[in-house]
């Protein structure tokens, strides 16, 4: 008899009838498997994108920063809306991964590795962004503190954009580290199953000569346990500073105490958004449908729906703000956002974060799979409307009105941000192919309890009086000895 | 670092697994290891092993990084180049509490992972002996350590005893080297067959 019980209340968290081997089946087989058109498709699709934006971005430094859009009034376009775009998304994945196995949330298991390897290329994508606005970006080592012969001269450390670049290595460094720490088993499993020579030699290169050893183990459940801790102050972190880029300044729009709390609750959702847009897929192809259920998607979308409605107070919170404070600058700041000549983006921002999200109040909505795809994408439609409405609308028209401006992006923006998504979906094609896309040694811990043919297996316990289940606890303590119950 | 001889139970549950961690030990068979597909909780415990440090490890890397940026930064703005912005203090704690704070958990995680690897081990390259291919799949497998004067065939029926699904004996190296995964050692010859 098993003893560790879950609540039927709960759905399992593994569908179908799995042992440990079918697990290790389900989710190795299709990196032994060659991949199928539609990899090849998307991968070369990515490609091109991605190459289209390295030519946008080698146009952008030859010809400088002249070909873009951006004006003496507004410095920041479409480069850092994006950063901000990208950073928001590589929320989720350290959120899963950490903040929910704090909670011991055990749903993570099925979607943490997709979700982290998602953060590690957003936080990839989102670098690009301030590194070519730089312009002389040859002269990009001036923001790390380093030895120079200009004094030494050192950066800033009271400034909020020099906390970003601590802010943002660091995060992509523990979250790698997170991430990777996580696979070495896994490669391990797909090692030791290798029929091929080549597979046989780097994978056991990836999986770093794990053998899987109860020290070992109890050393690597002690790091995940650390780093989880570690990182839920720091995925916190993250955003509370990308906000204060605006926070500090004196710019209405920009300067509200609201922004770190606002931000951060804006990252998670747009970052969930986008786990559901590529797990919804992922499932699909790879034929997942059982390791990521209707359960975690529903899951993803009660965040989705709590972090749109706090994004949604912070919206209204903002305009009362603005009313209150009585301060004109601020007042005009909000009105031209809703009526001025960018309202277009004020509204898209509105209806895609705070009207759409609502719909998933409705339990049959929230467990509809092209419902769930539709709206991941509307999400993160409207959180790269709000990055624009904050740093396009607060900007445009400034304290002179002789030197209000408009903002359109120019070709080489558009391309650097297609480009982006090049870099996103190659490495998430890559990753898809080469790693397990579903922690395997997670899922296995978790099976026990909450595999659907074990969940039914309890059945007769979960029907039993409290004498009886006494009555058997009791026997079989007698049995096998302590160890068994106390485990 | 030698090369051994071990007889190797597998067992395919990890409840069978705990009683026969417990029955091989009180009889005195020396345990070399207990390799498990995923993390089994209390089989540290069952084994006697002690639970780990790393985590004081990771307090005192965290505690590194902190010094590290707040020393840093304090120094470079009170005595290397103090810079006067607006006549606010030289010596501007809070402003510097983010990169503080980035640079401790830098340092706390950085520090942790790589003792990990250096305690577990594991690392590029590094090479260990595998008992069975299925103990990262579906097998929980206890290698028992034999000497001149074990039976291996007394060994064997014990093992069977507790419940193992497969035993047998296997020579192997004990500990780790620096080799190929897709190349066989030359000591592996003695177990074919």
Not at chain 1, 194 to 219: E, I, P
Not at chain 1, 423 to 447: D, M, N, Q
Request: charged residues 15%.
């Amino acid at each position: 008899m098993h003893l560790k019980y879950e609540s039927f209340v709960r759905e399992p968290l593994v569908d179908g009838d799995k042992t440990y081997h079918q697990v290790s089946e389900d989710i190795i087989s299709p990196i032994e498997r060659k991949p199928g058109r539609m990899w090849y498709v998307g991968f070369f699709f990515s490609l091109i994108l991605l190459g289209f934006g390295i030519f946008s971005v080698s146009w952008s430094v030859y010809w400088g920063l002249g070909t873009w859009g951006v004006n003496r009034t507004v410095g920041w376009g479409w480069d850092i809306t994006n950063f901000v775009w990208w950073i928001g998304i590589g929320h989720a994945g350290t959120l899963i991964s950490a903040i929910l196995l704090l909670f011991r949330q055990g749903w993570r298991t099925g979607v943490n590795r997709a979700a982290e390897a998602m953060t590690i290329f957003a936080v990839m994508c989102a670098g690009q962004f301030p590194i070519w606005h730089m312009g002389r970006v040859w002269d990009g080592f001036w923001v790390l503190p380093l030895p120079n012969s200009r004094g030494p001269l050192w950066p800033n450390f009271d400034s909020p954009l020099l906390w970003d670049v601590f802010a943002i290595s660091t995060y992509f460094t523990v979250s790698l580290l997170f991430w990777y720490s996580g696979l070495i088993p896994d490669f391990s499993l797909i090692r030791d199953r290798a029929k091929t020579k080549l597979r046989k030699l780097l994978y056991g290169v990836a999986s770093f000569g794990w053998t899987g050893t109860a020290k070992n183990w109890q050393r690597m459940e002690a790091l995940a346990l650390v780093l989880a801790g570690l990182s839920t102050p720091l995925v916190l972190s993250v955003h509370t500073i990308v906000s204060f880029d605006f926070a500090t300044s004196v710019i209405p729009g920009w300067h509200t105490t609201i922004f770190p709390p606002y931000f951060v609750a804006g990252a998670v959702f747009s970052g969930f958004a986008m786990v559901n847009t590529l797990l919804v897929i992922t499932r699909r192809i790879l034929h997942l449908e059982e390791y990521i259920t209707i359960g975690h998607l529903e899951a993803m979308n009660k965040i989705i729906v709590l972090t749109g409605s706090i994004v949604g107070v912070a919206y209204l919170t903002e305009l009362f703000i603005a009313w209150y404070s009585q301060s004109w600058g601020e007042m005009a700041a909000f009105q031209w956002r809703i009526m001025g000549p960018y309202w277009w983006s004020y509204w898209a921002m509105m209806t895609c974060n705070v009207v759409s999200p609502q719909l998933f109040w409705v339990k049959k909505l929230r467990r509809n799979i092209p419902f769930t795809f539709v709206m991941s994408i509307v999400v993160n439609i409207g959180m790269w409307f709000e990055r624009f409405v904050i740093i396009v609308t607060s900007t445009y028209r400034d304290w002179i009105p002789g030197s209000w401006a408009y903002y359109s992006p120019q070709w080489p923006e558009v391309g650097f941000y297609l480009g982006t998504f090049g870099l996103f979906f190659t490495c998430y094609f890559l990753f898809a192919k080469y790693c397990p896309v579903v922690a395997v040694a997670e899922i296995k811990f978790v099976l026990k309890t909450s595999g659907d043919n074990y969940k039914r297996g309890m059945e007769k316990i979960d029907n039993m009086t409290e004498e009886e289940f006494e009555h058997v606890v009791h026997t079989h303590h007698e049995q096998e000895g302590h160890e068994v119950l106390a485990h | 670092m030698a090369i051994k001889k071990f007889a190797v139970a597998a067992y395919d549950d990890e409840e069978v697994l705990f009683p026969a961690v417990k029955k091989v030990r009180r009889s005195g068979y020396k345990i070399h290891d207990v390799y498990t597909p995923f993390a089994v909780h209390g089989l540290d415990e069952a084994l006697g092993y002690k639970s780990t440090d790393l985590h004081i490890a990771g307090f005192i890397y965290g505690l590194c990084g902190t010094c590290t940026a707040v020393g840093f930064i304090s120094w470079i703005y009170t005595s290397d180049w103090p810079i006067n912005y607006g006549g606010k203090p030289h010596f501007a704690l809070p402003a510097w509490i983010p990169i503080t704070f980035e640079l401790t958990v830098l340092f706390a995680a950085v520090g942790m992972t790589m003792t990990m690897c250096y305690l577990n081990q594991i690392m590029p390259g590094v090479k260990k002996h595998v008992f069975h291919p299925r103990q990262s799949d579906d097998l929980f497998v206890m290698a028992v350590e034999l000497n001149n004067h074990t039976s291996e065939q007394a060994a064997l029926e014990f093992l069977k005893s507790t419940g193992a699904k497969e035993t047998y004996i296997q020579t192997a190296e004990s500990g780790w080297w620096y080799g190929r995964w897709d190349k066989k050692e030359p000591y592996e010859a003695l177990n074919a067959g």
